[in-house]
């Protein structure tokens, strides 16, 4: 079969990692009798200084040609003037919101080989496989009003927190539509002490429960969530949030795993069918002060590539063999720097996508 991917580099070790995620689909596609047709597209900092625009029209126009999107990241100091006009994040921001990707899932588990890469206590990370699955689209990243003024007291600004019933009712269908194929269990986090919108969410959030009566639903608050997830994170199965609860939750989470560098994502459409229209990337950004220096960790990008074969082009046999082929590198004790410990000999980004891929056929 042949499939179309859009790949947006973008910037810092975006590049990099993504080379390596590409040149791991290439090789599931020889091992498999698949035709990857790769394609690149601007996004982030280095389209701004391109063009101006953090994400270029034809970007999008490819985007919605392909059958499913892998991102690098965007952003760095270069483009970090709070008063510009226009920034990279922009780019990532008008690719989820123009593509209607409304639900970002970010699974954690921690690889065992990985034990002793986490500072979290082992007795804490037994057990730990859950799903942390977010609205994407909403919220105070997208709400209006959102702006900035100067009068007689001074400068001031807005952000607003806005959401309806139709984008949470969708965000927790998938969550409970999720959990049935997990531990059926559900926790909801919000803020609905003192939010309304959080107050509206909890109350959906029952009102879905209902269709889903071999689901167990709690509810949380963020505050304790943020603490149970580094007390007690053995105790969730899929975590449901608004956007920027589930932004910080889900970086707080990766310290489970030992690194960010480990951890894939997915943020998914409506789309039709069993194969939604998916953008998949690492959840670690630029890492701009270890870009181009040949040492950032692949692996969160490798297994974006993986939850792509899975979600988007309906490839589950090779999504596992590709992800078998990262969890039989690690055992054999191949480690980036992010992930050796204190002496142990660590890998480039290239020498450790090479890794991987030299193990993919024997995963068939």
């Given amino acids: 079969m042949n499939f179309r991917i859009a ?17 791991a689909l ?20 280095g389209a701004i200084d391109d063009g101006g625009d953090p994400f270029p029209p034809e970007s999008l126009e490819l985007c919605r040609g392909s059958a499913a999107v892998l991102l690098g990241a965007v952003g760095g100091p270069k483009w970090d003037d709070p008063q510009a006009d226009v920034r990279p994040e ?26 002793d890469a986490s500072p979290v206590k082992l007795e804490v990370l ?21 702006k900035r003024w100067a009068d007689a007291d001074g400068r001031a600004a807005v952000d607003t927190l806005a959401y309806t019933e139709a984008e949470i009712r ?20 919000d803020k609905a002490n003192v939010l309304e919108t959080s107050r509206l969410w909890r109350e959906l959030a029952d009102e879905v429960a209902e269709d889903y009566g071999d689901v167990v639903l709690e509810h949380m ?22 956007n920027t609860f589930g932004d910080i939750l889900t970086d707080e989470a990766a310290v489970l795993s030992g690194s960010m560098g480990m951890l ?21 950004g630029s890492a701009p002060d270890i870009a181009g220096k040949g040492i950032a960790n692949p692996l969160a990008a490798i297994l974006s590539a993986a939850m792509m074969l899975r979600l988007s082009l ?14 039989r590198t690690l055992e054999d004790g191949c480690r980036t720097a992010d992930i050796a410990r204190p002496g142990e000999t660590s890998l480039s980004t290239d020498a450790m996508g090479d890794a991987v891929v030299s193990r993919i056929s024997d995963s068939r």
């Fill in 264 to 284: 894939p994502s997915a943020s998914l459409g409506e789309g039709g069918g069993d194969t939604p229209l998916g953008l998949y990337e690492p959840i670690h």
């Fill in 314 to 327: 309906g490839l589950g046999r090779e999504a596992e063999a590709l992800e078998d082929a990262v969890a």
């Fill in 221 to 242: 608050l963020v505050d304790n969530a943020a603490m149970q997830l580094v007390r007690s994170p053995s105790q969730f199965d899929v975590i449901v949030t608004e």
């Fill in 26 to 45: 290439h090789n599931v596609g020889e091992c498999f009798g698949h035709t990857f047709e790769v394609q690149r597209g601007a996004i982030g900092g």
């Fill in 90 to 115: 922009d780019g990532l921001l008008a690719l989820r919101k123009s593509l209607q990707l409304f639900a970002n899932l970010r699974p954690v588990k921690l690889h065992p080989a990985l034990i």
């Fill in 170 to 189: 969708r965000i927790l269908h998938t969550a409970f539509r999720l959990a049935m194929t997990r531990r059926r269990r559900v926790t909801s986090v």
């Fill in 126 to 146: 037994e057990g730990v496989d859950l799903v942390v699955v977010r609205e994407l689209t909403g919220g105070l990243y997208f709400a209006e009003p959102k």
């Fill in 7 to 23: 790949a947006l580099p973008g910037d810092g070790v975006g590049p990099e990692v993504t080379a390596q995620a590409v040149k």
